[in-house]
């Protein structure tokens, strides 16, 4: 299990409700506003890191989590879609970031949660919407969050993978059964249309980008998500 953490940094309950906010979809040329504007509706912030080499497209890395590490309390969730994390790990940590998470499909998992676990980050694996449970469930009792992607990564934008759900409920059945206390994420193509079904599937943190980003008032689309989780959460009784 991951470490315990300061009190910006402080680990939802278990299956508390969260969205965080994908900074890909945000103006690049306004990013501290940006995240300021969700900055009181939001305690997440994604940051999707690419490398061209794991996902066909190339973003950001650590000099942008350092930028905004003094002008944000926000949660950084870093999302690494890179094939060599271990190189970054320790870059991501000293910017500032609180979790990281690695995809289970670049291998070497174990020696790279053992690298969060020392660099005293929270532990976070991904799984693409392709994969299976099983390919995670050995790591599940070490983990603070198991990403289970919505869309094959690479870009915002893209339209939800409603067969992941299958991957969710699955996740969620095991955390329930052995008692963890682990997130569980969705991420890609998470909106009004897309929320109740994830939530329905036993996620609890919600990764929106353009739904966000893409939106007139950022901060009343994040909170409209938030509700729309509440409200599937509670008819689920
Ligand atoms: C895709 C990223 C996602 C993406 C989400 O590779 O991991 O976080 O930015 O963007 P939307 O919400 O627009 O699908
Ligand atoms: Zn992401």
């Avoid at 249309?193 to 008032?217: C, L, P, Y």
Wanted: charged letters at 15%; proline letters at 5%.
């Amino acid at each position: 299990m991951g470490v315990e953490l300061d009190q910006r940094t402080e680990a939802p309950a278990n299956g508390e409700l969260r969205v965080a906010p994908s900074i890909l979809s945000a103006d690049f040329a306004h990013l501290g506003a940006a995240v300021a504007a969700i900055e009181p509706v939001c305690s997440w912030l994604h940051v999707d890191v690419m490398d061209g080499h794991f996902v066909p497209n190339l973003t950001i890395g650590p000099p942008v989590v350092q930028s905004l590490r003094p002008v944000s309390q926000l949660f950084f969730d870093c999302h690494l879609m890179i094939t060599n994390p271990e190189r970054y790990l320790e870059a991501f940590k000293v910017a500032g970031a609180d979790g990281c998470t690695v995809h289970v499909e670049v291998g070497n998992t174990a020696a790279h949660l053992d690298h969060m676990e020392d660099l005293g980050l929270r532990l976070g694996l991904a799984v693409n919407p392709d994969g299976d449970f099983s390919l995670v469930e050995p790591f599940m009792d070490r983990l603070d969050l198991l990403l289970v992607m919505t869309v094959f990564p690479g870009f915002g934008g893209q339209s939800f993978i409603a067969d992941a759900m299958a991957t969710v409920a699955a996740a969620r059945a095991y955390a329930t059964a052995h008692h963890l206390a682990v997130d569980i994420e969705v991420d890609g193509g998470i909106g009004p249309s897309t929320i109740a079904t994830a939530t329905e599937a036993g996620a609890n943190v919600f990764v929106a980008g353009s739904a966000i980003f893409g939106a007139a008032d950022p901060a009343r689309a994040a909170a409209g998500l938030l509700e729309a989780a509440t409200a599937t959460r509670r008819s689920l009784g």
